[in-house]
């Protein structure tokens, strides 16, 4: 969705027939409907408008879970799928050498790349 900015119909300047210079402003003012989310205005940008609530939080139908060290990964269940946490490239390489040997997918990370850079 293509969220518009408050007064952009009204002059040319702010975007009217002109694609480029269309571009989002956050509403101010006082009695602004639109900062206020009234109904009938447009929407505003917000985190999180337009997801699909029953998917939110899950990737390719698992639910992640972060992964900081081994022990994290052995802990990956069957219906879980894994994302690095803040971590180093001395342990990153021990997760990824441990997630080859089990076969686990780690969302965030390129096991073959990682294991290579290493040799």
């Not at 402003?25 to 009938?40: D, I, L, Q, S, V």
């Not at 940008?45 to 994290?72: A, E, F, H, M, Q």
């Not at 001395?90 to 096991?111: D, T, V």
């Amino acid at each position: 969705m293509k969220f518009q900015r408050r007064v952009g119909n009204r002059f040319s300047k702010l975007g009217k027939g002109r694609k480029k210079k269309q571009k989002w402003r956050n509403p101010t003012g006082r009695h602004n409907k639109m900062r206020n989310k009234e109904r009938g205005y447009p929407a505003t940008v917000s985190i999180g408008y337009g997801t699909d609530k029953k998917v939110r939080g899950k990737i390719d139908g698992k639910t992640p879970k972060k992964i900081y060290n081994l022990k994290d990964l052995e802990m990956l269940g069957k219906h879980e799928i894994g994302i690095l946490g803040k971590i180093g490239m001395k342990k990153k390489m021990e997760i990824a050498k441990k997630a080859k040997e089990m076969k686990a997918h780690i969302h965030n990370l390129n096991i073959e790349k990682i294991l290579k850079e290493k040799k």
